[in-house]
Protein backbone atom coordinates (compact mmCIF):
# COMPACT_ATOMS: atom_id res chain seq x y z
CA UNK A 1 0.00 0.00 0.00
CA UNK A 2 1.29 3.39 -0.85
CA UNK A 3 2.05 6.53 1.48
CA UNK A 4 -1.24 8.03 2.60
CA UNK A 5 -0.33 11.28 1.22
CA UNK A 6 0.08 9.83 -2.24
CA UNK A 7 -3.09 8.15 -1.91
CA UNK A 8 -4.96 11.07 -1.31
CA UNK A 9 -3.39 12.86 -4.17
CA UNK A 10 -4.49 10.11 -6.06
CA UNK A 11 -7.92 10.45 -5.10
CA UNK A 12 -7.91 14.21 -5.73
CA UNK A 13 -6.43 13.66 -9.25
CA UNK A 14 -9.49 10.78 -9.87
CA UNK A 15 -12.43 13.75 -8.43
CA UNK A 16 -10.52 16.38 -10.90
CA UNK A 17 -10.90 14.12 -13.76
CA UNK A 18 -14.33 12.89 -12.96
CA UNK A 19 -15.23 16.87 -12.48
CA UNK A 20 -13.98 17.67 -16.11
CA UNK A 21 -15.35 14.62 -17.53
CA UNK A 22 -18.61 15.44 -16.14
CA UNK A 23 -18.41 19.12 -17.51
CA UNK A 24 -16.71 18.62 -20.58
CA UNK A 25 -19.36 19.37 -22.92
CA UNK A 26 -19.73 22.58 -20.49
CA UNK A 27 -16.48 23.48 -20.93
CA UNK A 28 -16.40 23.34 -24.67
CA UNK A 29 -19.67 24.97 -25.34
CA UNK A 30 -18.79 27.85 -22.95
CA UNK A 31 -16.07 28.78 -24.61
CA UNK A 32 -13.60 27.80 -21.33
CA UNK A 33 -10.41 29.11 -22.14
CA UNK A 34 -7.94 25.31 -21.46
CA UNK A 35 -4.47 27.31 -20.84
CA UNK A 36 -1.35 25.04 -22.82
CA UNK A 37 1.43 25.71 -20.22
CA UNK A 38 4.08 24.51 -22.49
CA UNK A 39 5.10 21.62 -20.45
CA UNK A 40 3.03 18.98 -21.30
CA UNK A 41 0.32 20.45 -19.09
CA UNK A 42 -2.80 22.27 -19.66
CA UNK A 43 -4.87 24.84 -16.86
CA UNK A 44 -8.35 24.55 -16.45
CA UNK A 45 -10.95 26.83 -14.88
CA UNK A 46 -13.34 25.11 -12.38
CA UNK A 47 -15.50 25.35 -9.68
CA UNK A 48 -14.37 24.54 -6.09
CA UNK A 49 -14.78 20.99 -5.54
CA UNK A 50 -15.60 20.35 -1.73
CA UNK A 51 -15.02 17.18 0.15
CA UNK A 52 -15.91 15.75 2.96
CA UNK A 53 -14.21 16.48 6.33
CA UNK A 54 -14.32 16.42 9.96
CA UNK A 55 -15.17 19.41 12.16
CA UNK A 56 -13.82 18.99 16.21
CA UNK A 57 -15.86 21.00 19.03
CA UNK A 58 -17.89 21.16 22.18
CA UNK A 59 -20.19 18.39 21.89
CA UNK A 60 -21.80 19.08 25.42
CA UNK A 61 -25.03 21.41 25.85
CA UNK A 62 -27.83 21.76 23.96
CA UNK A 63 -27.46 22.42 20.54
CA UNK A 64 -28.85 22.39 16.81
CA UNK A 65 -32.21 19.82 17.34
CA UNK A 66 -31.72 20.10 21.13
CA UNK A 67 -33.46 21.53 23.70
CA UNK A 68 -36.80 23.20 23.86
CA UNK A 69 -38.57 25.45 21.34
CA UNK A 70 -40.80 25.15 18.30
CA UNK A 71 -40.63 24.82 14.65
CA UNK A 72 -39.89 28.08 13.06
CA UNK A 73 -38.04 29.54 15.41
CA UNK A 74 -34.61 30.60 14.95
CA UNK A 75 -31.47 28.67 16.19
CA UNK A 76 -29.21 30.64 18.79
CA UNK A 77 -26.99 33.29 17.81
CA UNK A 78 -28.32 32.75 13.87
CA UNK A 79 -28.84 36.35 12.54
CA UNK A 80 -32.07 36.65 11.39
CA UNK A 81 -33.50 38.37 7.89
CA UNK A 82 -32.34 42.21 8.20
CA UNK A 83 -30.07 41.87 10.80
CA UNK A 84 -26.20 41.53 11.24
CA UNK A 85 -23.02 43.69 11.02
CA UNK A 86 -22.40 44.99 7.58
CA UNK A 87 -24.05 44.91 4.22
CA UNK A 88 -24.76 42.58 1.43
CA UNK A 89 -22.02 42.22 -1.12
CA UNK A 90 -21.88 42.12 -4.97
CA UNK A 91 -20.77 40.35 -7.79
CA UNK A 92 -19.79 36.61 -7.79
CA UNK A 93 -19.28 34.86 -4.69
CA UNK A 94 -18.29 31.35 -6.24
CA UNK A 95 -14.84 30.86 -6.88
CA UNK A 96 -12.91 29.12 -9.23
CA UNK A 97 -9.93 26.52 -8.90
CA UNK A 98 -7.48 25.81 -11.68
CA UNK A 99 -6.44 22.79 -11.90
CA UNK A 100 -3.64 21.07 -14.14
CA UNK A 101 -3.91 17.92 -16.36
CA UNK A 102 -0.81 16.75 -18.75
CA UNK A 103 -2.20 16.90 -22.05
CA UNK A 104 -2.50 12.74 -22.24
CA UNK A 105 -4.74 12.74 -19.68
CA UNK A 106 -7.46 15.25 -21.06
CA UNK A 107 -6.98 14.02 -24.49
CA UNK A 108 -7.75 10.60 -22.61
CA UNK A 109 -11.20 12.37 -21.02
CA UNK A 110 -11.94 13.61 -24.67
CA UNK A 111 -11.63 10.18 -26.30
CA UNK A 112 -13.59 8.04 -23.50
CA UNK A 113 -16.60 10.90 -23.71
CA UNK A 114 -17.02 10.50 -27.70
CA UNK A 115 -15.96 6.87 -27.59
CA UNK A 116 -13.04 7.84 -29.79
CA UNK A 117 -11.16 5.18 -31.70
CA UNK A 118 -7.24 5.18 -32.12
CA UNK A 119 -6.46 6.22 -35.29
CA UNK A 120 -5.20 4.17 -38.36
CA UNK A 121 -2.05 5.94 -39.99
CA UNK A 122 -1.76 5.99 -43.09
CA UNK A 123 1.30 7.54 -43.89
CA UNK A 124 4.69 5.37 -43.75
CA UNK A 125 6.70 5.45 -40.22
CA UNK A 126 9.10 8.93 -40.98
CA UNK A 127 10.23 10.52 -37.81
CA UNK A 128 12.83 9.32 -36.24
CA UNK A 129 13.74 10.00 -32.05
CA UNK A 130 16.34 8.81 -29.87
CA UNK A 131 15.72 8.12 -26.66
CA UNK A 132 17.87 6.72 -23.47
CA UNK A 133 16.37 3.89 -21.48
CA UNK A 134 18.65 3.20 -18.29
CA UNK A 135 17.73 -0.76 -18.19
CA UNK A 136 21.43 -1.74 -16.48
CA UNK A 137 23.76 -1.34 -13.97
CA UNK A 138 27.33 -0.46 -15.02
CA UNK A 139 31.03 0.38 -12.77
CA UNK A 140 31.21 3.80 -14.23
CA UNK A 141 29.37 7.02 -14.13
CA UNK A 142 28.41 10.33 -13.14
CA UNK A 143 27.00 11.07 -9.53
CA UNK A 144 24.39 11.93 -10.80
CA UNK A 145 23.54 8.45 -12.37
CA UNK A 146 24.64 6.51 -8.99
CA UNK A 147 22.55 3.88 -7.80
CA UNK A 148 22.96 4.13 -3.94
CA UNK A 149 20.71 1.17 -3.18
CA UNK A 150 23.33 -1.07 -5.68
CA UNK A 151 26.05 0.28 -4.08
CA UNK A 152 25.11 -0.28 -0.69
CA UNK A 153 24.38 -3.87 -1.37
CA UNK A 154 27.97 -4.26 -3.10
CA UNK A 155 29.40 -2.82 0.27
CA UNK A 156 27.67 -5.10 2.39
CA UNK A 157 28.54 -8.05 0.36
CA UNK A 158 32.42 -7.14 0.81
CA UNK A 159 32.32 -6.33 4.08
CA UNK A 160 30.13 -9.74 4.94
CA UNK A 161 32.94 -11.92 2.96
CA UNK A 162 36.10 -10.12 4.49
CA UNK A 163 34.44 -10.73 7.65
CA UNK A 164 34.57 -6.94 8.67
CA UNK A 165 30.42 -6.66 8.93
CA UNK A 166 29.06 -6.19 12.81
CA UNK A 167 25.32 -6.90 13.17
CA UNK A 168 25.74 -5.00 16.44
CA UNK A 169 27.50 -2.27 14.59
CA UNK A 170 26.22 -2.20 11.26
CA UNK A 171 28.15 0.42 9.67
CA UNK A 172 28.58 0.07 5.90
CA UNK A 173 31.15 2.05 4.22
CA UNK A 174 31.12 1.76 0.64
CA UNK A 175 34.62 2.26 -1.45
CA UNK A 176 35.35 3.24 -5.06
CA UNK A 177 34.75 -0.62 -6.34
CA UNK A 178 31.81 -1.13 -4.64
CA UNK A 179 30.16 2.13 -6.40
CA UNK A 180 27.28 1.51 -8.90
CA UNK A 181 25.70 3.39 -11.90
CA UNK A 182 22.22 3.42 -14.04
CA UNK A 183 23.90 2.70 -17.36
CA UNK A 184 21.86 3.93 -20.24
CA UNK A 185 21.12 2.19 -23.83
CA UNK A 186 19.91 4.64 -26.53
CA UNK A 187 16.62 3.32 -28.48
CA UNK A 188 15.91 4.78 -31.56
CA UNK A 189 12.29 5.14 -32.37
CA UNK A 190 10.45 5.95 -35.48
CA UNK A 191 7.26 7.48 -35.40
CA UNK A 192 3.96 8.34 -37.67
CA UNK A 193 4.39 12.16 -39.11
CA UNK A 194 0.99 14.45 -39.35
CA UNK A 195 0.12 17.24 -40.73
CA UNK A 196 -3.52 19.19 -39.81
CA UNK A 197 -4.11 21.74 -42.83
CA UNK A 198 -6.66 24.61 -41.59
CA UNK A 199 -8.78 26.75 -43.98
CA UNK A 200 -11.18 29.32 -42.70
CA UNK A 201 -13.49 31.64 -44.87
CA UNK A 202 -12.95 35.21 -43.09
CA UNK A 203 -15.28 37.10 -45.35
CA UNK A 204 -18.05 39.48 -43.66
CA UNK A 205 -20.30 36.76 -43.29
CA UNK A 206 -18.29 34.54 -40.99
CA UNK A 207 -18.61 37.34 -37.71
CA UNK A 208 -16.54 36.70 -34.06
CA UNK A 209 -18.81 34.47 -32.96
CA UNK A 210 -18.25 31.95 -35.95
CA UNK A 211 -14.07 32.25 -34.95
CA UNK A 212 -14.36 31.32 -31.72
CA UNK A 213 -16.44 28.33 -32.53
CA UNK A 214 -13.47 27.36 -35.35
CA UNK A 215 -10.64 28.50 -32.68
CA UNK A 216 -12.53 26.02 -29.63
CA UNK A 217 -12.69 23.08 -31.93
CA UNK A 218 -9.61 23.80 -33.65
CA UNK A 219 -8.11 23.25 -29.95
CA UNK A 220 -9.67 19.84 -29.02
CA UNK A 221 -8.89 18.67 -32.71
CA UNK A 222 -5.24 19.04 -32.56
CA UNK A 223 -5.40 17.76 -28.63
CA UNK A 224 -6.32 14.04 -30.29
CA UNK A 225 -4.20 14.14 -33.03
CA UNK A 226 -1.44 15.25 -30.96
CA UNK A 227 -1.99 12.06 -28.48
CA UNK A 228 -2.17 9.71 -31.34
CA UNK A 229 0.72 10.85 -33.02
CA UNK A 230 4.34 11.98 -31.53
CA UNK A 231 4.26 14.99 -33.43
CA UNK A 232 2.17 17.14 -36.22
CA UNK A 233 2.37 20.30 -37.71
CA UNK A 234 -0.54 22.38 -38.28
CA UNK A 235 -0.63 25.07 -41.01
CA UNK A 236 -3.51 28.04 -41.68
CA UNK A 237 -5.14 28.86 -44.77
CA UNK A 238 -7.70 31.92 -44.64
CA UNK A 239 -9.20 33.16 -47.62
CA UNK A 240 -12.33 35.55 -48.93
CA UNK A 241 -11.66 35.40 -52.86
CA UNK A 242 -8.12 34.94 -52.70
CA UNK A 243 -6.56 32.95 -50.27
CA UNK A 244 -3.10 32.41 -48.64
CA UNK A 245 -1.40 30.56 -45.61
CA UNK A 246 -0.76 32.60 -41.94
CA UNK A 247 0.57 32.50 -38.65
CA UNK A 248 -1.96 31.16 -35.67
CA UNK A 249 -2.76 34.86 -34.18
CA UNK A 250 -3.83 36.20 -37.60
CA UNK A 251 -6.11 33.15 -39.04
CA UNK A 252 -8.24 33.58 -35.78
CA UNK A 253 -8.39 37.56 -36.17
CA UNK A 254 -8.40 38.23 -39.55
CA UNK A 255 -11.98 39.41 -40.85
CA UNK A 256 -12.25 40.58 -44.50
CA UNK A 257 -15.63 42.30 -46.15
CA UNK A 258 -15.36 40.73 -50.08
CA UNK A 259 -17.05 37.69 -51.78
CA UNK A 260 -15.90 34.09 -51.24
CA UNK A 261 -14.07 32.04 -53.77
CA UNK A 262 -13.35 28.75 -51.67
CA UNK A 263 -11.48 26.95 -54.57
CA UNK A 264 -8.51 29.81 -53.82
CA UNK A 265 -8.26 27.84 -50.29
CA UNK A 266 -8.23 24.59 -51.81
CA UNK A 267 -5.18 25.79 -54.43
CA UNK A 268 -3.17 27.05 -51.44
CA UNK A 269 -3.53 23.41 -49.56
CA UNK A 270 -3.02 21.59 -52.84
CA UNK A 271 0.34 23.42 -53.22
CA UNK A 272 1.26 23.14 -49.40
CA UNK A 273 1.03 19.64 -49.72
CA UNK A 274 2.94 19.01 -52.88
CA UNK A 275 5.68 21.24 -51.98
CA UNK A 276 6.36 20.17 -48.10
CA UNK A 277 4.35 16.47 -47.31
CA UNK A 278 4.39 13.42 -49.40
CA UNK A 279 1.07 11.49 -48.95
CA UNK A 280 3.56 8.46 -48.72
CA UNK A 281 5.15 9.80 -45.78
CA UNK A 282 2.63 12.02 -43.86
CA UNK A 283 -0.60 11.65 -42.46
CA UNK A 284 -2.48 14.36 -43.77
CA UNK A 285 -5.85 15.92 -42.13
CA UNK A 286 -7.18 19.30 -44.24
CA UNK A 287 -9.91 21.07 -42.19
CA UNK A 288 -12.55 23.33 -43.93
CA UNK A 289 -14.55 25.68 -42.21
CA UNK A 290 -17.45 28.01 -43.70
CA UNK A 291 -20.69 29.42 -43.57
CA UNK A 292 -21.29 27.88 -46.74
CA UNK A 293 -21.61 30.63 -49.04
CA UNK A 294 -19.24 30.07 -52.66
CA UNK A 295 -19.43 32.77 -54.87
CA UNK A 296 -20.61 30.86 -58.33
CA UNK A 297 -21.47 27.29 -59.02
CA UNK A 298 -18.63 27.85 -61.47
CA UNK A 299 -16.33 27.71 -58.24
CA UNK A 300 -17.90 25.10 -56.44
CA UNK A 301 -17.34 22.54 -59.91
CA UNK A 302 -13.43 23.50 -59.59
CA UNK A 303 -13.66 22.76 -55.76
CA UNK A 304 -15.30 19.46 -56.74
CA UNK A 305 -12.05 18.92 -59.31
CA UNK A 306 -9.56 19.85 -57.17
CA UNK A 307 -10.89 17.89 -54.05
CA UNK A 308 -11.15 14.53 -56.21
CA UNK A 309 -7.74 15.07 -58.40
CA UNK A 310 -5.55 16.38 -55.38
CA UNK A 311 -7.00 16.49 -52.29
CA UNK A 312 -8.65 13.13 -51.34
CA UNK A 313 -6.32 11.27 -52.71
CA UNK A 314 -3.34 12.69 -50.76
CA UNK A 315 -5.32 13.16 -47.63
CA UNK A 316 -6.08 10.46 -44.57
CA UNK A 317 -9.97 12.16 -44.75
CA UNK A 318 -11.22 15.63 -45.86
CA UNK A 319 -13.27 17.29 -43.25
CA UNK A 320 -15.90 19.98 -44.04
CA UNK A 321 -17.10 21.93 -41.16
CA UNK A 322 -20.18 24.37 -41.54
CA UNK A 323 -20.55 27.10 -38.94
CA UNK A 324 -24.16 28.55 -39.27
CA UNK A 325 -24.24 32.39 -39.68
CA UNK A 326 -27.20 34.35 -39.98
CA UNK A 327 -25.79 35.60 -43.02
CA UNK A 328 -24.61 32.68 -44.85
CA UNK A 329 -27.05 30.28 -47.09
CA UNK A 330 -25.50 27.04 -46.11
CA UNK A 331 -25.04 26.16 -49.82
CA UNK A 332 -21.86 24.35 -50.00
CA UNK A 333 -23.00 21.39 -47.61
CA UNK A 334 -25.67 20.58 -50.08
CA UNK A 335 -23.10 20.90 -52.76
CA UNK A 336 -20.97 18.43 -51.23
CA UNK A 337 -23.62 16.07 -50.39
CA UNK A 338 -25.09 15.89 -53.55
CA UNK A 339 -21.12 14.89 -54.82
CA UNK A 340 -19.66 12.94 -52.30
CA UNK A 341 -23.19 12.05 -50.11
CA UNK A 342 -23.52 12.49 -46.36
CA UNK A 343 -22.39 9.94 -44.70
CA UNK A 344 -18.97 9.35 -47.31
CA UNK A 345 -15.96 8.06 -45.93
CA UNK A 346 -13.47 10.48 -48.02
CA UNK A 347 -15.42 13.48 -46.51
CA UNK A 348 -16.47 13.75 -43.71
CA UNK A 349 -19.30 16.85 -43.33
CA UNK A 350 -20.33 18.60 -40.07
CA UNK A 351 -23.07 21.56 -39.05
CA UNK A 352 -21.99 23.14 -36.39
CA UNK A 353 -25.08 25.45 -35.32
CA UNK A 354 -23.48 27.33 -32.15
CA UNK A 355 -20.93 26.09 -29.43
CA UNK A 356 -23.52 23.86 -27.88
CA UNK A 357 -22.68 21.56 -31.57
CA UNK A 358 -18.98 21.70 -31.50
CA UNK A 359 -18.26 18.60 -29.43
CA UNK A 360 -21.00 16.66 -31.77
CA UNK A 361 -19.00 17.80 -34.58
CA UNK A 362 -15.22 16.91 -33.29
CA UNK A 363 -17.18 13.43 -32.87
CA UNK A 364 -18.44 13.66 -36.33
CA UNK A 365 -14.95 14.59 -37.67
CA UNK A 366 -12.78 11.62 -36.01
CA UNK A 367 -15.33 8.82 -34.83
CA UNK A 368 -13.91 6.91 -37.75
CA UNK A 369 -10.50 6.48 -36.52
CA UNK A 370 -8.83 7.58 -39.81
Known amino acids: MGHPIKQDLARFKKIVKGKVRDNLR ?91 PNIEPKGHKTIQSESDKYTSIGTQGPDSLKHFKRSYREALKRQVVMGTYDPKNPIIIPIKSDLRYRSAKSHVEYDNAAVVIYMMDVSGSMGDEQKEIVRSESFWINLWLKSQYKDIEVRY ?15 FKTKESGGTLISSAYKVCRDIIKKDY ?55 YKDLIDEFGETGDEVILSRIENRDGILDSIKDFLGKGK
Open 26 to 116: KFISGGTQVIPKGDGTVKIPMPSINTPRFIFGDNQGDGTGQGQGEEGDPVDGEPQEGQGPGEAGEGEGEKELEVELTVEELATILGEELEL
Open 278 to 332: DPNEWNIYPFQFSDGDNWSTDDTKDCMEILKQDLLPASNVFCYGQVDSRYGTGQF
Open 237 to 251: IIHDATAKEVDEETF
